[in-house]
C-alpha cells in the first residue's frame, strides 16, 4: 500500500472518528416497561454514545421481556457487552441481564448478545489490515 492511499484511508477514519463524536446516535426503543420487540427509534442525548437492551426473565415461567433505549453516559474505557444487573433480594423472581453497545442501533435483537463489535471497530481493523 502506498503513502498516498495510507493517508487517505486515515483522513476517512479521522473524519468518521470526528462525525461520530460530534453527532448524536439512534438507538431502538420500546415504548411500554416490556416489549416482545422494538417498536421504533429515538435519537439520544449528544453526550450519549450507548444504546441498551434490558432483557428480564422470568425464574418461574421463564418468559422474557425486553427494553430498548438510549443508554447512559458512561466512561471512556466502557467495553461494551451484556452484564447481569445485581439482584436486589434473593427472593426476586425475575433476572435482569444488561446490554449496552455503541453505535447506532446496535441495540437490536440478537446483536448484542453475540458481541458484534461496532462498526468503528470494524473500520479500524480493515484500516491495520491495509497498513
Known amino acids: 500500500m502506498n503513502v498516498r492511499n495510507i493517508y487517505l484511508l486515515t483522513r476517512f477514519i479521522l473524519m468518521l472518528q470526528i462525525h461520530s463524536a460530534m453527532s448524536s446516535i439512534s438507538c431502538y426503543r420500546c415504548s411500554g416497561k416490556f416489549c416482545a420487540e422494538y417498536d421504533g427509534t ?3 442525548k449528544r453526550d450519549v454514545k450507548h444504546c441498551l437492551k434490558r432483557i428480564t426473565t422470568s425464574k418461574v415461567t421463564d418468559v ?3 427494553y430498548y433505549s438510549c443508554g447512559h453516559v458512561m466512561p471512556e474505557d466502557f467495553v461494551d457487552g451484556c452484564y447481569p444487573k445485581a439482584v436486589s433480594q434473593p427472593s426476586d423472581r425475575t433476572s435482569t441481564m444488561e446490554c449496552v453497545c455503541s453505535g447506532d442501533l446496535c441495540n437490536s435483537a440478537n ?3 453475540h ?3 461496532s462498526y468503528m471497530t470494524i473500520v479500524i481493523c480493515i484500516a491495520v489490515l491495509f497498513i
Request: hydrophobic share 35%.
Open 64 to 66: 422474557e421481556g425486553n
Open 111 to 113: 446483536l448484542l448478545l
Open 42 to 44: 429515538e435519537e439520544c
Open 115 to 117: 458481541g458484534v463489535p
